[in-house]
């Protein structure tokens, strides 16, 4: 039972002071969950970004049920996704009950072009430390490079381009780039 509520205040604390969504949590999630509590490594962190990402659903939920899913089974799975959830849906309720009002105070709005830059500074942290944990060899950087430039040029452009045709296409190439690489090492066998 100790385990369970630990998930849950773990996480209700990531989903209470973690502003900017998911991709701002993913920093927090993976120095809470993989050097503080060592509750998984930073490979499963990044393949469960990854998946996350690919998943229907919020990118911090799916994580948070994952962690606690690993650490406790359902029940771990149940504790640390409420928590992650329950913080955001009592501030959602309590703002949507004075939306109009709150956003015209001037120090609120203030509060949220801080709040904004900082989550830029998040998602930009996490996109580092996943980029010093992948491999470092040539199609993963080619990949990368291509990813990246696809996305500037859609936001320059003003293209809707969805990150999930990113990650389909950025996966059939190392498919194939794999699936290569078994041939000519089948080819070069015989």
């Not at 039972?1 to 773990?10: C, S």
Request: charged share 15%; proline share 2%; aromatic share 8%.
């Amino acid at each position: 039972m100790r385990e369970l509520f630990e998930l849950f205040i773990t996480f209700a604390k990531i989903g209470a002071f973690t502003f900017g969504g998911g991709y701002a949590m993913i920093s927090i999630i993976a120095q809470i969950c993989v050097e503080t509590k060592q509750w998984i490594t930073h490979d499963e962190m990044m393949n469960i970004t990854v998946i996350a990402e690919s998943t229907p659903g919020p990118i911090a939920i799916n994580c948070a049920t994952y962690v606690g899913y690993k650490q406790k089974g359902v029940a771990g799975a149940a504790a640390a996704t409420i928590g992650v959830v329950l913080p955001s849906f009592i501030i959602i309720l309590l703002i949507s009950q004075f939306l109009d009002r709150f956003l015209e105070i001037g120090w609120v709005a203030s509060a949220f072009k801080g709040i904004k830059i900082a989550v830029a500074v998040l998602i930009i942290d996490a996109a580092l430390k996943m980029i010093k944990k992948m491999p470092k060899d040539a199609l993963t950087w080619c990949i990368m490079g291509c990813a990246c430039a696809a996305m500037l040029a859609a936001t320059f452009l003003s293209v809707k381009l969805s990150s999930i045709v990113l990650m389909l296409i950025a996966a059939a190439v190392s498919l194939t780039a794999f699936l290569l690489r078994q041939m000519a090492g089948k080819e070069g066998g015989k």
